[in-house]
């Protein structure tokens, strides 16, 4: 195992993944582009480098093997449960780990912290209009505070919720509050091979056909997610949005989303779907939203903050039932479990996250992941998502039968070889039918590499290339493992597991 020798033998020098200084001065031909256009494309500058320069740094510290095998035993094999300085590179989730930019920073000193009608509130609101397009917002502590309102909100007892596949928080919420989640994805989204440029498409004929069997007003609300996080960040596209739109309307429907991955979708709509190249981010973005009657959001992915979220709508009843709830579950209509100076960070983020050359980064950096776990055979989801490279735990590790927890196994075994911590995206996430108590036995059995915003460099990217590809050329060395505690709800964030060694139980 390279990346892990290199990390053992020198114990805390960086491991050498790929010498690139065979590759300059210019192995893409991508500095001639550059210099010769007179406008160079966002894409083409973000592929040079990161497009920001580092003002603030924080010191890693890297573990021993020793100490990764001692913490992921202590931690039961869950990565969510391993203590942050026991990581090397952090993968585990994009979600309020980006680092905020120096007009952030400064943001947070303008903050108004007033319990109510506070300046920051209204500055926020601002954003929102500006960059979405909705008329009210109503923030809350962070995307789950959302959800949990609006599934308040709309979901009366035994009503449908159809949704381009599930989420872990956004299920449990309508779950909570008496719904039924339905799926309505398109098929090519359970299979990660399938190269649909637009696999997070909701299937109006699936949609079409629930609406005649149950009738529209047994459906409390239709939410299409904007990339689809658990299809491996898959985008939806402007056409299909826009045929969602025009049948939930004509039903009488509210169609609602969660723009949590808003601007990768919409970076995806510029570079694949017609009509789309010349414009730019900010402007595909409201015409997305356009579609939609109203968004939850988590302001901890794409607007750039470490805490935060809202919901955000057009409708005045809506809002009134939302500022209703907000003061029992979050906090005063104007601050919803938030700091004047988080309100303040997210508005600028909300602003910064439309910009064309840092988005256009954001995808480069992890397709320049994805791209060298492809090209040294390792099976990923393709094509490579938004937020994340996800590792197909099925083809990756054939020899397990799902209740092996192959993912999860993968993901224990990817810390010990190298510090990198990843997350199970497969049947542990996907929990139990509250209705019969049996396990969802998902089609996807997936291990999330997820790329922080603007915190790691395209070098920690190599280190990771090399760990996975390390231990997939050892996939025979993991037997699976076993859940010895299991939460009732949401089980993956808790749950405890023991190794299965040798095929036999530990
Ligand atoms: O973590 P929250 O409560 O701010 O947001 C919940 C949430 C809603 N929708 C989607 C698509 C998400 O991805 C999401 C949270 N995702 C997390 C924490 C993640 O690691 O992917």
């Given at each position: 195992m390279q990346a892990t020798a290199l990390l053992d033998a020198a114990g805390a020098s960086v491991p050498c993944a790929r010498s690139r200084a065979a590759e300059v001065p210019d192995p893409t031909g991508l500095l001639a582009l550059y210099n010769r256009s007179g406008q160079p494309q966002a894409a083409i500058v973000s592929a040079l480098a990161e497009p920001y320069r580092i003002k603030a740094v924080e010191s890693v510290h890297v573990p021993t093997r020793a100490e990764r095998e001692a913490a992921i035993a202590d931690a039961g094999y869950n990565t969510?449960?391993?203590?942050?300085?026991?990581?090397?590179?952090?993968?585990?989730?994009d979600s309020g780990t980006g680092a905020m930019s120096d007009r952030q920073w400064s943001a947070l000193m303008v903050g108004?912290?007033?319990?109510?009608?506070?300046?920051s509130f209204y500055r926020l609101e601002a954003a929102v209009r500006d960059v979405?397009?909705?008329?009210y917002v109503v923030p809350t502590h962070q995307g789950r505070g959302a959800e949990h309102l609006i599934s308040q909100i709309l979901i009366k007892q035994g009503q449908y919720v159809p949704g381009n596949m599930y989420f872990t928080t956004t299920r449990a919420h309508q779950e909570l509050a008496g719904g039924v989640f339905v799926d309505v994805i398109i098929d090519e989204a359970h299979d990660p091979r399938a190269p649909h440029p637009f696999k997070g498409n909701v299937d109006l004929a699936k949609l079409a056909g629930l609406i005649d069997r149950v009738g529209a007003a047994n459906i409390a609300y239709v939410n299409v997610a904007v990339t689809v996080n658990m299809a491996g960040g898959q985008p939806v596209s402007m056409a299909n949005l826009r045929a969602v739109s025009e049948l939930c309307h004509r039903h009488n429907i509210l169609l609602w989303c969660d723009a949590t991955r808003l601007v990768e979708n919409a970076y995806f709509i510029h570079e694949?779907?017609?009509?789309?190249?010349?414009?730019p981010v900010a402007e595909i973005v409201r015409a997305m939203m356009s579609y939609f009657d109203g968004c939850t959001m988590s302001g901890k992915k794409d607007a750039l903050v470490n805490i935060g979220g809202f919901l955000a709508m057009n409708d005045e009843s809506v809002l009134q039932r939302a500022r209703e709830l907000v003061v029992l579950f979050e906090g005063m209509p104007t601050y919803g479990g938030l700091a004047g100076r988080d309100m303040e960070a997210m508005a600028v983020g909300i602003r910064e996250m439309v910009d064309d050359q840092y988005i256009a980064h954001r995808i480069h950096q992890v397709r320049y992941l994805g791209q060298q776990l492809l090209d040294a055979g390792v099976p990923i989801v393709e094509p490579i998502g938004g937020h994340a490279v996800f590792l197909d735990a099925r083809r990756f590790l054939p020899h397990l039968d799902q209740e092996l927890l192959p993912a999860q196994a993968l993901a224990a075994q990817l810390y010990v070889d190298s510090g990198v911590r990843s997350m199970e995206r497969g049947i542990v996430s996907a929990g139990r039918d509250p209705q019969t108590g049996r396990n969802h036995i998902p089609k996807l059995e997936l291990v999330r590499l997820t790329i922080p915003r603007r915190v790691y460099t395209d070098r920690h990217m190599d280190v990771v290339a090399q760990s996975v590809i390390d231990v997939f050329g050892h996939r025979e060395d993991i037997h699976g493992l076993r859940m010895v505690y299991e939460p009732p709800?949401?089980?993956?964030f808790n749950a405890r597991f023991a190794p299965i060694r040798d095929g036999g139980p530990a």
């Open positions: 969510f449960l391993l203590r942050s300085r026991d990581v090397y590179i952090d993968l585990l989730t108004d912290e007033a319990y109510a009608g506070a300046t979405y397009g909705f008329r694949r779907e017609e009509g789309y190249a010349d414009r709800t949401l089980r993956f």
